[in-house]
Each structure stands twice: as structure tokens, then as C-alpha cells.
């Protein structure tokens, strides 16, 4: 199989002429060859996108009016649904999730297209107190064309997230998906233009990252970047908007904790735990990967984690079992040598879990493995992972939790399990994070909440209104009128 870029709703072929190899993580044969897309194909793209808005927002996309947008984003959202399985197994396939989650990727799509049109005609300035003989009022506009980066771990989701604000915004978007997954939003593309978006609104270049991700980061007709992946490609795309003054949002995943204390109903907690880890395999920005637990229940709580994680199981996305493989060759000798090498440092294994017979040989499955008492300054604890590879870390006093939680470069989500209504809230406040669960973990995803870090996890926010505000640029009009 054989996929071109998506520009201005219509295929278009590589101008080089030439596609590069997606794999199938489930048995490492080639899934797809993808347009290989550089410069020239990017430009075209923005070319596009720009087309679409016109000079002073005059073009077919640019001078819809809100509700507009807002209809167009209810029936891209209906055609996810109505396509719910079609872009569920696309994703599977794609990224090698099991297929219940790429299941709930597709509800969560749908949602946030929901979610974004009926926000799309509330999103206004207001009006400000100022000096008599002046009425003062600020108007929310779209940056323009906006450029997305998109990683393999959710790529519908992050798309939702992302594309579905930029839109409802009145932006005009270009999209690189990650080379390792970029059908289901090919395929979102083309559904948009069936719904009646106007050519150009939404665009996808697929592409390497360091040539058609670079060369879109370095574009000067783009106005605003958002990217989601790693700190270090995050780095580079900030040098890469600094140089033109561009603004961007980076989301850059985390090393989050769960603090259990001693009261904690672990009944509750302990689904939530193991969950928070195993998801997508561990391959999750927010993936709850170090384990926070009070002395007194320790013991308690590591036997049953123990056995919990015995039981987790990997194989063949159609199986839809607890855990896919990860996503890559790359992402799969990473995450084993992490896992060799605290071994080597000392550090105890507790539990691992198992591949499903089934699973081919040549498929990136690695089991879920629990570390225990692990130092909070070994690299196990410090360093994203993105794997299904939990680190439990033992501590006595409150103040010592959020030294640790607090103590990595990253600070993107933190969970706080105790009955102590004091204590939440108390150590909430103490998170250096962007969003903190109290006796839950991601609130079942939470489209209207929003989303992003601080430190090393990135700037900006995305998912609930506040994405929306990041998508316009604010214009104040002050009119003096006696
Ligand atoms: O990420 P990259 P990779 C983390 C996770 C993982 C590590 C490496 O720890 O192990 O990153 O994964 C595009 N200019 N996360 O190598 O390189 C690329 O094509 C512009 C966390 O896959 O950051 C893809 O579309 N774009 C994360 C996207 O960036 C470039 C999700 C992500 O790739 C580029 C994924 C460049 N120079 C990985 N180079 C999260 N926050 O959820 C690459 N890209």
C-alpha cells in the first residue's frame, strides 16, 4: 500500500517522487510506504492553507463566520463516529495498540471535534473599563496557518486535541503526522474534505521528521507551531520558532508520580496504578511511571502490584489484551536496555508480565516489569522510559513525597491517592505540574481539561477552552470617540 500527502483535499504525490517505509510493530514487516515529504512539499501545503484563509481572512476557509466553522466541526465529528472502527483499526495497525484502545482513541477523536464545535461561536474578546471618551474591546483572531507535529503514541487523540482548537479558531492547519503512524489522520483529512471543509483548511504532509518536520518548523508562512513528542526534538523546534519569532506549544511528555499514603483506599488505587502504566504500553506523555508509597503500606501494596502485574499481558493488537507491542524497533531496544540497566545497577525486578504465544518473534512486544524500592535519583526514576516499566519508590513523611514527586526535570501530571481532604489538597497545591488527579488518574481523559507541563514537559496548554485561547492572537481596538 501506497499513501500520497493530502493537500487542498486532494492526493498529491511526493515531488521527489519518493516514499519511505512505515512498519507494522506487530510483526516488523512493512505496513505502508508513505510520500516522503520535503521542502517542496511543504511549501505547497502552507501554500494551501494560506489560499484557504486569504490575505485578510478573506479566502473560502478564512471568512466563514464561527458557526460555520462550529457546523463543519459537528460533521467531521459525526463522520469519526460513523468511521469510529474503520480509524480504530487503521490506529492498531498503525501504532500497534491493542485494539480497545484504539477503540476509545476514536470516541475520544470524536469528542474533541464535539467538544471544539460547541465552543467554536463562544470563543470572544470582551470589552475593557478604560478612559471616559474611549470604548476599548479586544478581539480573539486566528494565528493563520498553523503547523502541527504529531507523534505515533495517540495520533488521532493529539490530532483531536491540536487540529480540533486550531480550527474551530478559524486557523488553517498543516499537519506532520510521526512516520511511524500517519493513516488514521490521512484518512481524517479526507474526511474533512468530504464533509465540506474548503480545500486547504486542513492538510497533512507525511514525511520524515528531521526533513518534512524541520522544513515545516523553519516554514515562514507558518504562524504558530505545536509539537508533541520528545524534549529534545521539543528543543529543536523552539530554536526553530525563536528564529522567526513564531510562537509554539510543546508537550513533551513526563516521569509522573502517584503518591499513595498510608490511608489511601487501595481498592480504588490499585486498577488505577497498574492502568496508568500498562495503557498504550506504557508509550503515554502521561503515563503514571514512578509509584510514590507511604512505609506503612509498602509491602502491602508491592505484593499486590506484584501480582498484578504478573497477570498483564502483550500480543497482537486483534487479541486486544492488556498491552500491543511498542511502537519501533527504536522504542523497543530503548526501553529493554533502560530495563538492563537498572538490573545492572542493583535495582530489584519484582514482577514482569508476559507475551501472548501468539505474538510474532519479530513484533516489538516487551512485558510490563516492576521495579521496587527504586532510588529516586536513578535513571529508572528520572528518565521517560515509555514503556510499560513502573518504578515503585517507598517514603515516611509528606514532605519527603513531594520532594520526590517534585524532583525529576518533568512536570507534567501528578496523582495523589489519601482520605485525608486536608492532605489533597495541601499537597496539590505543592505539585509543580500541570494537571493533579486526587484518588483518580486522567479523569477518563478529560477533553475539557486542560492539558500541558512545565520544566522539561513543555509550555502551553491544550484540551479544554484554554487550547483555544492559544490558538488566537488577541487585537485590541481602542476607539476614542469624546
Ligand atoms: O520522538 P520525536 P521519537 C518521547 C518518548 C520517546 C522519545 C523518542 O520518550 O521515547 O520521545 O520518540 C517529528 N523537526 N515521546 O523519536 O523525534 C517526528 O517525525 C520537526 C514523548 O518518536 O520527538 C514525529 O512526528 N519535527 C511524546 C514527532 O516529531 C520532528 C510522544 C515526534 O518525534 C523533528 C512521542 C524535527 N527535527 C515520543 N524530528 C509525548 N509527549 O507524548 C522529529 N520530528
Redesign the pocket.
Known sequence: MRKDHYIANAWVAPSTGQYLDSFDPSNGQVLVQLAQGNATDVDRAVQAAKQALGETFDGPWGRLSAVERSRLLFKLAAAVTEHAEELAQLEAADCGKSLKTARVDATALARYFEYYAGAADKLHGETLPFNAGYTVLTLREPHGVTAH??????PMQ?FGRTVGAALAAGNACVV?????ASLSLLRLAELAAEVGFPAGALNVVT????E??????AHPGIDHIS????????R??AH?AAERHCPVTL????KSPQIVFDDADLEAALPVLVNAIAQNAG????AGSRALVQRGIYERVLALLVSRFEALQSGPPALQLDMGPL??R??FE??RAMVEQAKAQGIVEAARGRVHPDASAQGFYQEAVLFRDVPPESDIAQ?????PVLAVIPFDTEEQAVRIANGTDFG?VAGIWSRDGARQMRVARKMRCGQVFINNYGAGGGVELPFGGVKA??HGREKGFEALYGFTVLKTIAIQHG
Open positions: 507535529i504529531v507523534p505515533w503514541n495517540y493529539i506532520k503526522p510521526a512516520e511511524d514525511g520524515y521528521g528531521r518534512a518536520g524541520n522544513d515545516l518548523t509539537f508533541t513528542g520528545s524534549t529534545q526534538t521539543g529543536l523546534v526553530a508537550e513533551l511528555g513526563g508509550q503515554t506523555c502521561s511502537v519501533n527504536k522504542q530503548q526501553v528518565k521517560e522510559i515509555f514503556g507534567l514537559s513543555g
